[in-house]
């Protein structure tokens, strides 16, 4: 089949978009809280809305993408999220947040679960695995790149002279809510995706025996599964992990060390800026070691470096947080994969449920938020060792019927193809 570099190129513009929008809200915290007066559990809240939305479509999305196919699922999912971004912007109040948050949210888990076959198709089979990375590098920098854009709509809107952005948005954002004028972009960004996509040509996509979403009974029946159980768990963990310092850390920085939220901002940035550079050692490591082996060794350079972040003094935190991002790097990748790859059939549904433990990233924020206000929030945040934890376990009892190909396996595989066979 002829490649269509057009749609991998609009794939790879959807992650940016996916990743811009997903991971600004630990930027955003320490405004939000300011601005809504809010508590440390309602904070909370505001990353539950969003990625509950993954527990509630990740599943029903794969049966929407095989009915409705992908092209008008993500016109539907670009749809959502404009309205979400849309009805903040106009009416910028918490309540309206939770709501417009858990519609994005939507639309985010419904282009997930679309644009991964579609990459496979445009891109071409063989190619699947390096546009595969290069799409998760794409996503790392995209996060990178939202809290400096919101750092310089914050700066240009506060002051004092007149300026471009402030002739844009004047009258549009309350002068004491300048974050929010990021919705408003984000609105825009929205509609424009709906109009590049109406007007794109997309190639049809056969989906594989075991990548095509089962019935609600096949999902039912997985849940049976002890090992579905145990990599849903770990999923939930380690979204759990990545979004509980990254939400987390800008106000843990303010709280703690009297570091600017424009500054924690930065450090959020770069926290999904390393995250991107340790992708690129990750997939090095596992050409050369057992990924379980990898998988321990991340778990244990994060949880150093997550110790020596909340421990340690304000230069050692500017440096710990981000190499947290580092460390983290792999592990989603390395989970998902074992969980797949620990389960002979029914590799499609396995994903939905896997892409619906992304709701870890929601429920474990609320409790670090109820932990903080009753504890304080150095000690809401020592919950994340407990899930780094459990993502550790993995790579002591995960048995996956397949083992990552590594330099030295290859070798062995071609000595024992070479060797004779014996009469």
């Not at 470096?305 to 230069?315: D, K, Q, T, V």
């Not at 983290?328 to 396995?350: A, D, K, M, R, T």
Request: glycine share 10%; charged share 10%; net charge positive.
């Amino acid at each position: 089949m002829k490649r269509n570099y057009y749609i991998v190129i609009l794939i790879f513009l959807t992650f940016f978009v996916i990743s811009f929008i997903t991971n600004i809200l630990g930027a955003l915290n320490p405004d939000v809280i300011q601005s809504f007066d809010l508590s440390l559990t309602l904070a909370g809240l505001l990353p539950f809305a969003f990625f509950i939305a993954y527990g509630v479509m990740s599943i029903p999305a794969g049966m929407l993408v095989e009915k409705y196919k992908e092209k008008a699922t993500m016109l539907a999912a670009f749809v959502v999220a404009f309205v979400g971004a849309l009805l903040f912007s106009l009416f910028p109040h918490y309540l309206v947040f939770l709501l417009s948050l858990f519609l994005m949210g939507l639309g985010m888990a419904m282009l997930q679960v679309a644009i991964n076959p579609l990459l496979r198709v445009s891109g071409g089979e063989e190619h699947f695995a390096f546009n595969s990375v290069l799409a998760q590098l794409i996503f790392g920098g995209a996060s990178f790149i939202a809290p400096i854009f919101l750092t310089y709509l914050i700066t240009r809107l506060g002051s004092g002279g007149d300026n471009t952005v402030k002739a844009i948005f004047s009258g549009l954002v309350p002068p004491s809510l300048h974050w929010t004028s990021l919705y408003w972009v984000f609105a825009l960004i929205f509609l424009a995706m709906v109009a590049i996509i109406w007007l794109s040509n997309f190639p049809a996509v056969e989906r594989k025996e075991d990548e095509i979403a089962g019935t609600w009974e096949t999902h039912k029946n997985l849940f049976k599964r002890k090992t579905v159980i145990l990599f849903f768990i770990g999923i939930f963990a380690y979204v759990g992990t990545e979004q509980g310092v990254s939400y987390w850390l800008s106000k843990f920085l303010q709280t703690y060390h009297g570091i600017d939220p424009l500054v924690g901002a930065d450090i959020v940035g770069r926290f999904w800026g390393m995250m991107a550079i340790g992708g690129i050692l990750g997939l090095i490591l596992l050409k050369l070691f057992d990924s379980r082996k990898v998988l321990v060794g991340a778990v244990v350079l994060a949880a150093t470096f997550l110790s020596i972040a909340l421990f340690g003094s304000r230069s050692m935190a500017l440096f710990a947080f981000p190499m947290v991002g580092f460390s983290l790097s792999v592990q989603w990748p390395i989970v998902f994969s074992l969980g797949l790859n620990s389960l002979e059939s029914h590799h499609g549904s396995f994903a939905g449920i896997l892409c619906t433990a992304i709701i870890g990233g929601a429920i474990i924020q609320v409790i670090i938020g109820w932990l903080g206000d009753m504890l304080g929030l150095r000690i809401g945040m020592l919950f994340i060792y407990l899930t780094l934890a459990y993502i550790f376990s993995i790579g002591i009892w995960a048995r996956p019927i397949i083992n990552n190909e590594t330099i030295s396996s290859k070798k062995k595989l071609k000595k024992a193809e070479a060797a004779p066979a014996v009469e």
